[in-house]
């Protein structure tokens, strides 16, 4: 049985950490800050879940497991928070980032509704 248990916690680090070197392969990769900022923050939630899986099997239902997950959920707060500030940050200094991306003004009315 404990063989079993370490091919399931083997099987979910891997994929924890391939998901991880994915976000910093594609962080690496991408030339533009915004496209940096997604491979980031949405990859690293999938390698923490794969992790989290990994870490409660290994230790079972504990107070480390407990700690894990306290842990995870911060990161889960914070990652994107820190993402979006930082995106933000990016699209209110950038003056050239209508040459990266097409920006629509949300508040303005749609061509359907003009015609009208």
Sequence with gaps: MNWVRFAVVAFFLVCGI??????????????????????????DTLAMIFILIAMTVAFGLSWTTLKIILVIAFMWTAGPVSSHLITRLQAITDPDLDKHMSIEDLDAPKKEESEE
């Design 18 to 43: 391939a998901v991880a070197l994915t976000a910093v392969l594609g962080t690496f990769r991408f030339k533009f800050a915004l496209n940096r900022m997604q491979a980031a923050s949405i990859v």
